[in-house]
C-alpha cells in the first residue's frame, strides 16, 4: 500500500524528527558533561606525594625524649640511620613498604642526635636535634603494691624522689583509670606526696590501674622525671572496725556481720597522749617490733620505753598502732593507760591481724583527744571531700 503525506503532514514528520534529534543530542550532551565532571574532580581530589619528612625540626631544643621520631616518605625510603654524639647508633625500624621509619628505642637525657635519611626519589635530609639536660631527675613511686588486694578506705600514693616544683605538670603526667568508673580527685601531702582518692569508700571488687608517665615531662626547677612507673589493685571485702572510747571496746564488721567486739585501752586522758578520733587506714603489720617512745622524742628518763610487743597493726604513721599489751589487761575494757596506742590482749591483737588488712578504715570516735590530722599518711579521710576535690596544687605546704 502507498502512503502519501499532505503539506501539513510533512511538516508535523519533519518537526517530530527534530524533536528525536534534539532528544538524542541532549541525551548525549548530558552524558558528556557528567564525564567530564567526575575527571575534573579527580584531579582535584588527587594529592602531591609526601616529600621526604623528619618529625623534629633541624636545630630542635629540649625535644621530648619520650616520643618516638618518625621519617616518611612516599618515594620510599632508600636508608635512614640516627646517631648520638658519640656516634652510637639507635635502635629503629622500617615500615614493609619502607615509606616510614620510626626509632625503636627510648631516647636520652642530654643527648644530641643526627638523622640522615635519604628516599627513593633522590631527596636526602640531615636533621640535628637535642633531648634536655635535667638538673636533676625524680623517680616516682606508687602505693599501694602492684597486685594488692587493700581495703574500701586505700588511698592511691604518687611518691616522687624529690620536692616537686611545678606540682601542675607532676599531676597532669598521672592517669588513675577505675572499673566501674569512680569520681575521684588529687590532693598534695606536701611538695613530693601526692594523693587520689574517691569522694567515697571504694566498693569491694573495684579494679584501680595507675600510670606515672613522667619520663622526659618537666617538673619545675630544672627537674625532669626519670622512669615512668605503673601499678594495678583490687579492693577486697568491705571490713571495718570502730573504736568507741566511751565503752572502751573495738568492733570489727564484715560487710554488715558483726565479727566480734574486743575491750581495749587507748591512750591516756591528756591532752598529749589521748587518741586521735577520726578515721585511720590500716597500714603496715608487723608480727614482732619494738615501740620506741624515743622516735617521737620521749626520753627514757622522762616516762619513755623501749618495749616489745606483738601483733602491732599500724593506724598511723605518727605511731599509733593495735597491738598486744598483756601488760595492760586489766586495764582493756575499763581505763585508758597507753601513749595513744590501741591495747588489747595478745590474742586479740592476732585475731585482729588476720581480719584486717592494708586499707581497712578504723573509726575512732568519743575520745578526749582532737582528729588525727588529714596529713598524717593514714588520715587521708579526715580531710573534707569538698576540701580534697578542689585540690591545692598551687599552695601545698612546703615541707
Partial sequence: M?????????????????????GTLASCTIDTASESTEAAAETTTSQAPVPLTVSVKDGAEKVDPS?????????????VTMTNQYGNLVESKMSADKTSWTTDEVLGYNRTYTIVAEDKAGKTKTTTFSTPSPAMVSNVSLAPLDGAEVGVAQTITIRFGTAIRDRQAAQDAVTITTSPQVEGAFYWL?????RWRPENYWKPGTKVTVEADIYGQPLGGGTYGADN?????TIGEDVRTVVD???????VYRGQEKLRTIPVSLGRDTERWATPNGTYIIGDQHESMIMDSMTYGLAYDAGGYKTPVSYATQMSWSGIYVHGAPWSVGDQGYRNVSHGCINVTNEAAQWFMNTVKRGDPV????????TLSGYDGLGDWNIPWATW???????????
Avoid at 616520643?67 to 636508608?79: C, I, M, R
Avoid at 572510747?245 to 568492733?251: F, I, L, Q, R, V
Avoid at 573509726?363 to 582532737?370: A, I
Fill in 2 to 22: 502507498k502512503v502519501s503525506f499532505s503539506p501539513r503532514g510533512r511538516l508535523v514528520a519533519m518537526m517530530l524528527a527534530a524533536v528525536m534529534a534534539s
Fill in 67 to 79: 616520643v618516638p621520631v618518625t621519617v616518611t616518605s612516599d618515594a620510599g625510603l632508600v636508608e
Fill in 190 to 194: 606536701n611538695n613530693s606526696e601526692l
Fill in 229 to 233: 612507673n605503673k601499678m594495678s589493685f
Fill in 245 to 251: 572510747d566511751a565503752t572502751k571496746t573495738m568492733t
Fill in 363 to 370: 573509726e575512732v570516735k568519743n575520745t578526749v583527744g582532737g
Fill in 389 to 399: 576535690k578542689k585540690g591545692n596544687v598551687d599552695d601545698a605546704p612546703t615541707w
